[in-house]
């Protein structure tokens, strides 16, 4: 080990299921299992009960964004920010074209996290669609120098120059490379 | 024979082997050894060492092989002093060595022989100057000595080990050390080694640990892990080696890391037991620090594991018994593990339960200290925690300890049990306290069900009150439903309870569910009581799996269905409460679906494990069900629409009939089908209903006349006819005319496209069963579909497309079969592509019907034969090529059709064979305007890449065209308003783009990799939630294709 840690025994929560398939149905879904569903689409189109040609829209809710963060690796551990409650569902407020993420670092002097709200900001900025603003923040009052990060972390010249510096992003690229496991352990 | 000869002219033309005639002259006796080497004897005495070489590879392949049992004692003992004499001859020695190892396997070659031979290589041969093959020759010659003269070298004493350590120092090829590993072991084993051990140590671990890696495209296929097995073998082949090695073992500890850590680990665990109690002891406190630090702080689990395997082979070396006193190093161990469970929310806790579990699993004694430790220490932690989230993981270490204890007392290899031991018993109330407690309290409901689970499997340890009491607290999660994600939890459980106890749970958990299960549906609006009831039937079709709890499933949920179609007036009175967007009949037809879909799922369950029981049930249900939807369908008085007129309730029964019906034996299949005949020919539905009272007088559903919903029935009717078998017999004479009447109502009574598609199945199941019988007349009914149904462009255009339908089902059913007249009847549809300008109406859907082909068995019970797929695609591929070259303009576009919707019959592997004829194909459909027919083509070259990996033309193919499948790709999974799509195409796209990073070069596409990620931009918005999780992940992956790793 090159360098001693921030955090070498950090607390480990247990992951909570996604609340996702709690997200009620609308229209016929909210009647019908999935099986009868797709079972009509396949006899469909003869008029009895064809399906709505129209999508319903789902829209992007704070839910889908947790989706979309929990499982970052953190850049010291090999765990989940999840499982370290660095994010938390109730943390992340959608609105209109805006999301709203706080995170808690897990001690107040944690030098890692810039780089992880980086990680963050990473990941959305490629994963959300350009028309949303991401504001990422300090929860407020779990960081020794709040008002420094959230600076850095909103700054648009401060993070693209960051993201010039290729070992930088190469670390980033790290905690991103398990983005795509979604709460799956 | 004349051997001079016949020996001349085999060593001047170089050729070494012995002649079959020659061999077989020696073997029955014509011909002497003797007078071969006597022929040889120029060439063997020769100078020119050429010559020499020749004469010696004839004699020792002579030698290996002619019968050994013709080599007597006298040319043994010639033959070995002759080889010995050669072995400090540099160039002969590969064919004496040869030579002498046929020789040594001899029962004329004597322990003198052995040891002279022996003596004789360690003296003469300098192994250093020798490549490979040789060397390996040499050890394949000890090997032999080793296997049949043991004894004679074990009595050389120090003077055999001496000169073995010296002569195979040094070696370094992989291939040789596999064997020389196994020759060292053997030693190691058999001889005395002690006062040599120092030697043995050094031509052993100098290897430790082993870093070697295959080249690639090895032809000895060695892998690392062979060399590290064989050399751990000889590792852990002496105890004299523990002075020297666990020295070795504590300096490693420090500078290894990653697979050689590992590796470390494991040669440990395999090592200290052989190296015995007393050796291990000294140095077991620097060991215990090393294998800590690995459990403690390893990020890799393998490692982790590797570790806990040396911790338990520390431990069972040290404490081998149930006598041992479990003092000294063990009580150290387990002080430490319990202190860092005084913080159990930190990461190390983990660690530590793993590292308690494990001493548990080595010892019986120190095992049982462990817990007398652990356990009153964390009901204490458990009852006044320090922070009330602490309760949770000092829950989940409880249950690990549970579960480490169950997992030695219940499996059927252990010595160990918890009637001998008791190491549970003084704990026995805590322990179901606090799991009790858990089961009450949320956040630690899934580490007590875990524990739970632990204790019930136990042998001996839970009485049947203490099962039931749990039961309970499970079966009120199971109804409360509070926490939705430990269902599945509690399901295992109550499911492995269920597998011991079948009756707890059948007077407990069952009545309870079925209690909770609502008599009608709730109203639209009420999310929460839906949810609940769909919980609750997703419960009971993973428990009533079992055989003991069938039966209650079966009846429960027949009276519930008997219960929701006679409250049928309820739909009267809906008006007056909030309904939602659907009326209270659209419920409760969702809740009657639901609950056969359960006893469909269940039975679905029960056909895959093949269990017996499910025949004697047909009586019990299919007659009730069908009660319930023929007193539905046949006419009311006024508008009443009964519940079970709906189509979907009728598709599902027919579906659960077919299973069920394929169960059945031959002859009740037969009874079944002649009562079903008569109802539905004749319109007597005596023998198909449970009770005939509640069935009106009612004509056959499929006479002229006929209500539409009587006409539905014909779902049933189908079912039944796909679930029987070919050799059942049917209740009519003439298959032909039964045939013929069915496709008559198919074209010209059936209403609409349901009552087709159930007709059509029938249709297809039939002719593929019955074509023998119908063998004869077959040609004729489908010669006159075509001509009279199909061909006149006058009838109606509805009318036409049904009989292409049934058409193509016929074509179906024979290709199947792999029968000609499928092939002759298809060549009509091939032909009438070509008239797209004539017919314009019919013709695309001709070209999109041979979607039909391409359903192929699907999951029913057709006969299928092998290849009928490749078949009946390489029947139909060249024609719609030839027919797609010939067209022009428009015309083109009902091949590509065709084509496109014949795709999902064949395996990649297929298109592989034949990729540039078929890729530009599968482009082209790329573009078609039919979602259903793009997801067909993109399906196709999702399989294509995933496989595409070795031949070189294919991957030629696929980088050539990597520029337009990325366009066309983008295009399907951009969602456009010009182009009709859907979600499925639009996500199957997106998945399909998602592999090109992996598959395709960056060169290929580097130009590209920006437009893909804006692109893709567009698709993180799209509608669907799916979509845009796929759009997510295959832009997560264009980002970092082609950087630097």
Redesign the interface.
């Known amino acids: 080990m090159s360098r001693q840690l921030d955090n070498d025994n950090p607390t480990i929560f247990a992951s909570k299921v996604s609340t996702s398939n709690r997200r009620l149905q609308k229209g016929k879904a909210s009647l019908w299992a999935e099986e009868a569903l797709s079972d009509d689409e396949q006899v469909g189109g003869e008029g009895y009960y064809s399906s709505a040609s129209g999508e319903e829209r789902e829209d992007i809710d704070s839910e889908e964004v947790y989706d979309l963060l929990r499982s970052i690796t953190d850049p010291e551990h090999p765990v989940s920010l999840e499982a370290l409650r660095v994010v938390n569902p109730e943390d992340i407020h959608v609105a209109g074209n805006r999301v709203l993420v706080y995170l808690t670092p897990t001690i107040p002097h944690c030098s890692m996290s810039t780089l992880i709200g980086l990680s963050l900001r990473v990941r959305l900025l490629r994963a959300l669609p350009p028309r949303y603003r991401v504001d990422i923040r300090i929860k407020s009052g779990t960081h020794q120098s709040e008002h420094a990060v959230n600076k850095q972390l909103n700054d648009k010249e401060r993070v693209q120059a960051a993201l010039e510096n290729k070992h930088l992003l190469g670390v980033v690229e790290g905690c991103l490379s398990s983005a795509d496991k979604r709460g799956a352990a | 024979m004349d051997v001079p000869r016949v020996v001349r002219t085999h060593i001047s033309s170089s050729e070494l082997d012995p002649p079959q005639d020659l061999v077989d002259a020696v073997n029955n006796g014509h011909v002497g050894l003797l007078e071969i080497v006597k022929a040889l004897g120029e060439y063997l005495t020769s100078t020119e060492d050429d010559v020499r070489l020749k004469g010696l590879t004839f004699l020792s392949n002579t030698l290996k092989a002619v019968n050994p049992a013709k080599i007597n004692r006298q040319a043994t003992q010639t033959l070995t002093n002759f080889y010995l004499s050669k072995l400090d001859d540099f160039d002969s020695l590969p064919p004496a060595l040869g030579g002498l190892t046929v020789l040594s396997k001899l029962s004329t070659f004597d322990d003198d022989a052995a040891v002279e031979v022996y003596k004789g290589l360690v003296e003469n041969v300098n192994m250093k100057s020798y490549m490979q093959a040789t060397r390996h020759l040499v050890y394949v010659l000890f090997d032999s000595l080793l296997a049949t003269h043991r004894n004679a070298l074990k009595a050389m004493g120090t003077a055999f080990i001496n000169s073995y350590t010296k002569m195979v120092d040094g070696e370094k090829d992989p291939r040789n050390l596999m064997l020389l590993f196994s020759i060292d072991r053997v030693i190691l084993l058999e001889f005395d080694v002690k006062d040599r051990i120092e030697d043995f140590f050094d031509i052993t671990f100098c290897y430790f640990p082993i870093t070697f890696r295959p080249p690639p495209n090895d032809p000895y296929g060695i892998t690392a892990d062979d060399l590290k097995l064989a050399l751990r073998n000889c590792m852990a082949s002496s105890s004299h080696f523990a002075r020297m090695a666990l020295p070795l073992f504590l300096e490693k500890f420090s500078t290894l890391t990653g697979p050689s850590m590992k590796d470390l680990q494991l040669t440990i665990a395999a090592c200290l037991p052989v190296y015995g109690p007393e050796a291990v002891r000294e140095r077991g406190g620097e060991l215990w620090e090393g294998i800590k630090t690995e459990i403690l702080y390893s990020?890799d689990t393998a490692i982790e594991a590797a570790a806990l395997s040396a911790l338990e082979a520390l431990i069972r070396t040290l404490y081998p018994t149930n006598q041992d006193a479990p003092s000294g190093l063990a009580q150290d161990f387990i002080k430490e593990c319990l202190e860092i469970l005084n913080?159990p929310?930190?990461?190390?806790a983990?660690a530590a339960t793993k590292i308690l579990a494990a001493i548990f699993r080595a010892s019986p004694s120190a095992g049982k200290f462990a817990l007398s430790q652990t356990f009153p220490q964390l009901f204490r932690q458990f009852n006044s925690p320090s922070l009330p989230s602490h309760r949770?993981p000092i829950l989940s270490t409880i249950s690990s300890l549970l579960v480490a204890v169950q997992s030695v007392y219940s499996s059927p290899s252990s010595q160990r049990s918890q009637s001998q031991e008791k190491a549970l018993d003084p704990y026995r109330d805590g322990i179901l306290d606090v799991l009790r407690e858990g089961l009450r309290t949320s956040g630690l409901r899934?580490p007590s069900i875990k524990g739970c689970t632990a204790c019930v499997q136990i042998p001996g340890f839970w009485s049947k009150e203490d099962v039931e009491d749990v039961v309970r607290g499970l079966d009120d999660v199971l109804v409360n439903d509070s926490e939705?994600?430990i269902r599945p939890e509690v399901i295992r459980s109550l499911t492995t309870i269920s597998t011991l106890q079948p009756t707890i749970i059948e007077s407990l958990t069952l009545p309870l569910l079925f209690h909770n299960l609502p008599d009608s549906a709730p109203s639209?609006s009420d999310?929460t009581a839906?949810e609940k009831y769909?919980s609750i039937l997703s419960s009971l079709e993973e428990l009533c799996v079992q055989p003991a709890l069938f039966q209650t499933l079966v009846i429960r949920i027949t009276t519930k269905l008997d219960l929701l179609s006679s409250s049928r007036n309820s739909g009267a009175h809906g008006g007056e409460e909030e309904m939602g967007?659907?009326d209270l009949r659209?419920?409760n037809i969702?809740y009657a679906?639901?609950l056969l879909?359960t006893l469909q799922g269940v039975i679905e369950k029960k056909i895959q494990e093949k269990h017996t029981d499910l025949a004697r049930y047909f009586d019990q249900i299919i007659p009730r069900l069908w009660t319930l939807l023929i007193s539905a369908a046949l006419p009311k008085i006024g508008d009443e629409k009964p519940l079970f007129r709906d189509?979907?309730l009728i598709?599902l029964v027919a579906k659960l009939g077919e299973g069920l019906i394929w169960e059945l034996n031959p002859e009740r299949q037969g009874k079944w089908i002649t009562a079903v005949y008569q109802a539905f020919e004749k319109g007597d539905w005596t023998g198909v209903v449970h009770d005939r009272s509640q069935i009106g007088s009612g004509g056959s559903p499929l006479r002229n006349g006929a209500s539409s919903s009587e006409q539905d029935l014909i779902a049933l009717y189908a079912g039944t006819v796909q679930g029987l078998k070919g050799d059942t017999s049917l209740p009519f004479t003439s298959a032909a005319e039964f045939l013929s009447s069915k496709v008559h109502w198919t074209i010209n009574v059936a209403r609409?496209?349901?009552q087709v598609?159930g007709a059509l199945d029938l249709i297809c199941s039939l002719v593929n069963k019955r074509e023998t019988e119908l063998k004869d007349s077959l040609e004729t009914i489908v010669d006159s579909v075509w001509s009279v149904e199909i061909q006149d462009t006058s009838k109606d255009v509805e009318i036409r497309h049904r009989g292409l339908s049934v058409y193509l089902n016929i074509v179906k059913a024979l290709s199947l079969l792999r029968l000609p007249l499928a092939y002759s009847a298809l060549e009509k549809v091939i032909d009438i592509l070509s008239l797209s300008n004539l017919d314009p109406e019919f013709v695309p859907h001709a070209a999109a019907g041979f979607g039909i082909l391409a359903q192929g068995k699907g999951k029913g019970h057709l006969t299928s034969k092998l290849l009928y797929a490749q078949k009946l695609w390489n029947y139909v591929l060249p024609k719609l090529i030839d027919g797609d070259k010939e067209a022009s303009g428009k015309g083109r576009l009902v091949y590509l059709v065709a084509f496109a919707s014949l795709l999902p019959l064949v395996p990649a592997s297929l298109c592989l064979a034949d990729l540039n004829t078929i890729l530009p194909l599968i482009l082209r459909s790329l573009s078609l305007p039919d979602p259903q027919q793009r997801i067909n083509a993109i399906t196709t070259l999702v399989s294509i890449l995933e496989t595409a990996t070795d031949s070189k033309e294919v991957d030629k193919a696929i980088h050539g065209n990597a520029e337009v499948m990325v366009d066309s790709l983008l295009k399907s999974a951009v969602r456009q308003d010009s182009l009709p799509t859907s979600?499925k195409a639009r996500s199957i796209a997106l998945s399909c783009l998602s592999l090109f990073p992996d598959v395709i070069r960056f060169e290929s596409l580097h130009n590209y990799k920006s437009i893909v990620v804006r692109e893709l931009?567009?698709t993180?918005?799209d509608?669907?939630?799916n979509v845009?999780?796929e759009a997510?992940?295959c832009?997560?992956k264009w980002?970092?294709y082609g950087?630097a790793t």
Do not use: I, M, T
């Open positions: 990020s913080e929310e930190k990461s190390q983990v949770a899934e939705p994600e639209a999310h839906r769909r967007e659907f659209e419920c969702a679906w639901d879909h189509r979907r598709g609409d496209g349901w598609k979600g931009g567009k993180l918005d509608p669907l939630r845009r999780k997510v992940e832009r997560a980002y970092k950087n």
